[in-house]
Protein backbone atom coordinates (compact mmCIF):
# COMPACT_ATOMS: atom_id res chain seq x y z
CA UNK A 1 0.00 0.00 0.00
CA UNK A 2 1.45 3.43 -1.31
CA UNK A 3 1.83 5.72 2.39
CA UNK A 4 3.32 8.87 2.48
CA UNK A 5 4.35 10.24 6.42
CA UNK A 6 4.77 13.73 7.43
CA UNK A 7 6.76 14.83 10.49
CA UNK A 8 8.52 17.68 12.38
CA UNK A 9 5.55 20.22 12.79
CA UNK A 10 4.81 21.93 15.90
CA UNK A 11 4.25 24.84 17.85
CA UNK A 12 6.22 28.02 17.17
CA UNK A 13 6.19 31.64 17.66
CA UNK A 14 6.04 34.17 15.22
CA UNK A 15 8.92 34.34 13.53
CA UNK A 16 9.90 31.15 14.16
CA UNK A 17 11.50 28.04 12.14
CA UNK A 18 10.40 24.56 11.74
CA UNK A 19 11.59 21.84 9.43
CA UNK A 20 8.78 19.29 8.06
CA UNK A 21 10.25 15.78 6.02
CA UNK A 22 7.95 13.89 3.93
CA UNK A 23 8.89 10.16 3.49
CA UNK A 24 7.48 7.23 1.06
CA UNK A 25 8.26 4.49 -1.38
CA UNK A 26 10.29 4.59 -4.60
CA UNK A 27 6.87 4.09 -6.33
CA UNK A 28 5.42 7.24 -4.84
CA UNK A 29 8.26 9.42 -5.30
CA UNK A 30 9.64 7.75 -8.61
CA UNK A 31 10.25 10.83 -10.87
CA UNK A 32 6.89 12.60 -9.77
CA UNK A 33 7.06 16.61 -9.08
CA UNK A 34 6.16 16.26 -5.55
CA UNK A 35 4.43 19.18 -3.26
CA UNK A 36 3.54 20.54 0.13
CA UNK A 37 -0.18 21.11 0.91
CA UNK A 38 -1.87 22.71 3.97
CA UNK A 39 -5.31 22.78 5.61
CA UNK A 40 -6.36 24.97 7.79
CA UNK A 41 -9.61 24.39 9.50
CA UNK A 42 -12.54 25.21 7.74
CA UNK A 43 -10.53 25.47 4.63
CA UNK A 44 -9.84 23.71 1.44
CA UNK A 45 -6.18 21.94 1.32
CA UNK A 46 -4.02 24.24 -0.61
CA UNK A 47 -0.65 23.66 -2.29
CA UNK A 48 1.83 25.35 -0.82
CA UNK A 49 5.68 24.49 -3.02
CA UNK A 50 6.54 21.99 -5.02
CA UNK A 51 9.33 20.50 -6.21
CA UNK A 52 10.29 18.60 -9.78
CA UNK A 53 12.24 15.40 -9.89
CA UNK A 54 15.49 17.58 -11.25
CA UNK A 55 14.88 20.14 -8.11
CA UNK A 56 13.17 22.77 -9.64
CA UNK A 57 10.86 24.72 -7.32
CA UNK A 58 7.46 26.52 -7.45
CA UNK A 59 5.97 28.36 -4.50
CA UNK A 60 2.68 30.15 -3.34
CA UNK A 61 2.98 33.79 -3.35
CA UNK A 62 1.75 33.22 0.41
CA UNK A 63 4.86 31.40 1.21
CA UNK A 64 7.70 32.71 -1.27
CA UNK A 65 10.70 33.95 0.29
CA UNK A 66 9.97 32.19 3.60
CA UNK A 67 9.62 28.60 2.96
CA UNK A 68 12.41 25.82 0.77
CA UNK A 69 11.38 22.90 -0.71
CA UNK A 70 13.75 20.52 -1.48
CA UNK A 71 13.71 16.50 -1.92
CA UNK A 72 16.39 13.70 -1.63
CA UNK A 73 15.58 11.00 -4.59
CA UNK A 74 18.21 8.77 -3.40
CA UNK A 75 16.17 8.06 -0.03
CA UNK A 76 12.65 9.29 -2.00
CA UNK A 77 12.59 12.34 0.87
CA UNK A 78 10.89 15.83 0.93
CA UNK A 79 11.67 18.99 3.32
CA UNK A 80 10.08 21.96 3.60
CA UNK A 81 11.97 24.35 5.65
CA UNK A 82 9.45 27.19 6.78
CA UNK A 83 11.01 30.23 8.18
CA UNK A 84 9.61 33.38 8.97
CA UNK A 85 6.48 31.65 10.52
CA UNK A 86 3.18 33.54 10.86
CA UNK A 87 -0.18 33.02 13.05
CA UNK A 88 -1.76 32.95 9.00
CA UNK A 89 0.87 29.32 8.41
CA UNK A 90 -0.98 27.34 11.17
CA UNK A 91 -2.24 24.10 9.42
CA UNK A 92 -2.05 20.42 8.56
CA UNK A 93 0.79 20.16 6.38
CA UNK A 94 0.79 17.32 3.97
CA UNK A 95 2.77 16.33 1.48
CA UNK A 96 1.82 13.83 -2.13
CA UNK A 97 2.57 14.22 -5.73
CA UNK A 98 0.95 17.17 -7.27
CA UNK A 99 -0.28 15.33 -10.65
CA UNK A 100 -1.81 11.92 -9.44
CA UNK A 101 -2.52 12.41 -6.15
CA UNK A 102 -1.69 8.71 -4.29
CA UNK A 103 -3.30 8.29 -0.74
CA UNK A 104 -3.18 11.26 1.79
CA UNK A 105 -1.14 10.71 4.88
CA UNK A 106 -2.04 11.55 8.32
CA UNK A 107 -0.09 15.27 7.62
CA UNK A 108 1.74 16.93 10.51
CA UNK A 109 0.27 19.88 12.61
CA UNK A 110 2.17 23.20 12.35
CA UNK A 111 0.81 25.73 15.11
CA UNK A 112 2.35 29.33 15.22
CA UNK A 113 1.28 31.32 18.10
CA UNK A 114 2.50 33.36 20.62
Known amino acids: QAQLVESGGGWVQPGGSLRLSCTGS????????MGWYRQAPGKQRDLVAV???????TYNDSVKDRFTISRDNTKNEMYLQMDGLKPEDTALYYC????????WGQGTQVTVSS
Open 96 to 103: NRVVVNVE
Open 26 to 33: ESIFGTYA
Open 51 to 57: VSYGGTT
